[in-house]
């Protein structure tokens, strides 16, 4: 059961124009949704987070959008750099079961940014 | 702060050897997660502690399978005995709350011939 869904495997974008990285998910008690990037040799690093209470989160470069009513949010990278090449994961906490609650990871995407 | 140090950085064993993966947290960290990386599954939690009880080990593959955290700055998860198809990379990571950001180590890179 992937509750959490990104269903580009691969991008390739051009350096200086907009990376549009998306992500789906399916249970609609999630209200909260991070991204991280994540470079070969190495482990996935927090890059930017939203709450269900906002549609829209930036970060400099980054910037994330909520569609609630769609279960859908995005990425966008503007401008794009060649540094932003890696996989980008976006994760969603689990409703809290017995106490217990965990990061639920999509696929993740592979963004490639040619010169 | 080093960050969470994992080791070793690579494995590669043979099938049916006992294999044991390391993990430092982040001090003042109150919980720490395992997780492992394959191009079928992707990124799937395996296991998590909080003040090192577990919490949530549904994650975990078989009773092949074993972690166990001592102390608040040590964890261990121990795969016996390997299979060929647990090659994979595993990653640990830590956090101050299990809903939000975690910091992952740079994983282990796991390959059982």
């Given at each position: 059961d992937q509750q959490v869904k990104q269903n580009s495997p691969s991008l390739s974008v051009q350096e200086g124009r907009i990376s549009i990285l998306n992500c789906d998910y399916t249970n609609s008690m999630f209200d909260y949704f991070l991204w991280y990037k994540k470079y070969p040799a190495e482990g996935p690093t927090f890059l930017i987070s939203i709450s269900s209470i906002k549609d829209k989160n930036e970060d400099g470069r980054f910037t994330v959008f909520l569609n609630?009513?769609?279960?859908?949010?995005?990425?966008?990278?503007?401008?794009?750099?060649?540094?932003?090449?890696?996989?980008?994961?976006?994760?969603?906490?689990?409703?809290?079961?017995q106490g217990a609650q965990k990061l639920v990871f999509g696929q993740g995407t592979r963004l490639t940014i040619n010169p | 702060d080093a960050g969470v140090i994992q080791s070793p950085r690579h494995e590669v064993t043979e099938m049916?050897?006992?294999?044991?993966?390391?993990?430092?947290?982040?001090?003042?960290?109150?919980?720490?997660?395992?997780?492992?990386?394959?191009?079928?599954?992707?990124?799937?939690?395996?296991?998590y502690f909080n003040n090192n009880v577990p919490i949530d080990d549904s994650g975990m593959p078989e009773d092949r399978f074993s972690a166990k955290m001592p102390n608040a700055s040590f964890s261990t998860l121990k795969i016996q005995p390997s299979e060929p198809r647990d090659s994979a990379v595993y990653f640990c990571a830590s956090s101050l709350v299990d809903w939000g950001e975690q910091f992952f180590?740079?994983?282990?890179r796991l390959t059982v011939l």
């Open positions: 609630k009513s769609a279960k859908h949010l995005s990425l966008h990278i503007v401008p794009s750099q060649p540094g932003d090449s890696a996989v980008y994961f976006c994760a969603a906490p689990s409703p809290r079961i | 049916g050897q006992e294999v044991t993966l390391r993990c430092k947290p982040i001090s003042g960290h109150d919980y720490l997660f395992w997780y492992r990386q394959t191009m079928m599954r992707g990124l799937e939690l395996l296991i180590g740079p994983g282990t």
